[in-house]
């Protein structure tokens, strides 16, 4: 039972991951100006289903970077409409 737990817990997450990033890689190389930058891949990655924390990591950022960025993205758009 533990090692059924141990692998749902650990190892699919970890896999996951992988192929997620994998999968980054290949639509980067593809189409370059659709991931030319932090947040369009890591918005890619998110639409996978990977958390914001490892999307931000794969991407070579952090959450914390990643919000500060969207924050300040939205607030650039939200001037221009007005």
Do not use: H
């Not at 998110?46 to 970077?65: H, I, N, R």
């Amino acid at each position: 039972m533990s090692d059924q737990r141990n692998v749902q817990e650990i190892w699919l997450p970890v896999i996951g991951n992988a192929l997620a990033f994998l999968c980054l890689e290949k639509y980067s190389e593809k189409n370059p100006d659709k991931a030319d930058n932090v947040l369009k891949k890591v918005r890619f990655l998110k639409g996978l289903g990977v958390p914001e924390k490892d999307a931000a990591g794969a991407a070579g950022s952090t959450a914390d970077s990643v919000r500060v960025l969207n924050a300040r993205r939205g607030g650039k758009k939200r001037a221009a409409r007005k």
